[in-house]
């Protein structure tokens, strides 16, 4: 449904909808702007077009589209009520070593090792770390995950959320196709019986550098983490810890686009878009 036509039926009551039908003009509110864009503007860039509302289009749903509607409903409620859950969770790592135990000790510890192996940051002596450098180190996180096939998968979190404070829109989004381009070339990929492959690309953002702008990014790794964390390099991480507290505290810096980061999405486009057309590809412009 259209955007003035969920206007119409949220804002106009029957009434005024039935004067509208019978010729009677009634003005539609003034339209909402984001960022100085209209509805207008964003529906166009998103290949959305609005359609009349007309007494001649019948704006409710047909027995069997009520029917459909209602059965996918009614199958994701019994699934949820069948399985527990509708969507798979994830665990503070404390809250998930209560319930998986050691299995979620080994899934965490993979993850770390597997960061230290890819070389995603480096330790720091708290000693060289200016007062604003500290005060800007956001916190690691770790969470656990069980997947569908019982197996458990840990991962390690820079808490990005404070930085959307100094972090503009356009310094940490990255282009995202819009999901009816998705449909209109699937559409045609299937008319013109194109050849279609989906991949994947294991640890995506930490295979992405962080810009060389000598603009350090400091995380700071806690607690239990800073433990976990000396078990994968005793030699390497074990002399830059220190007690902040009464609590373990490692700091680093950040070396790869690690998630949570409000920049990484960015930095993997701008490197996955460099890659591929390093490979001859063509990126269209709209």
Known sequence: ????????????????????????????PPRMKFGGATWDELEQCHNMFKAPLSAMVDQEHNL??????????????????EHGVSFSQNYIYQKGIKIFGEKGRKAA????????????????????????????????????QEKKDGT?????????????????REDSSSPTAALESIFLTSIIDAKEER??????????????????????????????????????????????????????????AVLKALYGMLVSSLLWYNKFKKDLEGCGFVFQSV
């Open 152 to 168: 458990m998968k840990g991962r390690m979190v820079y808490n990005g959320k404070p930085t959307r404070e100094w972090l503009s």
């Open 109 to 144: 510890g993979k993850e770390l090792d597997q960061l230290h192996q890819r070389n995603c940051f480096t330790p720091i002596d708290v000693n060289d770390l200016s007062p604003e450098e500290k005060a800007q180190a956001m916190e690691a996180l770790m969470f656990l």
């Open 64 to 81: 069997m589209q009520a029917l459909y509607i209602a059965k996918v409903i009614m199958e994701t409620r019994n699934g949820v009520s």
């Open 195 to 252: 050849d279609v492959i989906s991949v994947d690309v294991p640890n995506a953002f930490i295979l992405t550098l962080m810009p060389d702008d000598n603009k350090k990014v400091i995380m700071k790794i806690t607690g239990v983490l800073v433990h976990l964390m000396v078990e994968q390099a005793p030699e390497v991480y074990g002399p830059y810890v220190v007690y902040e507290n009464r609590k373990k505290v490692l700091y680093v």
């Open 1 to 28: 449904m259209s955007f003035d036509a969920l206007m119409a039926k949220s804002k106009l009551d029957k009434d005024m909808l039935n004067k509208r039908y019978l010729g009677k003009e009634v003005r539609a």
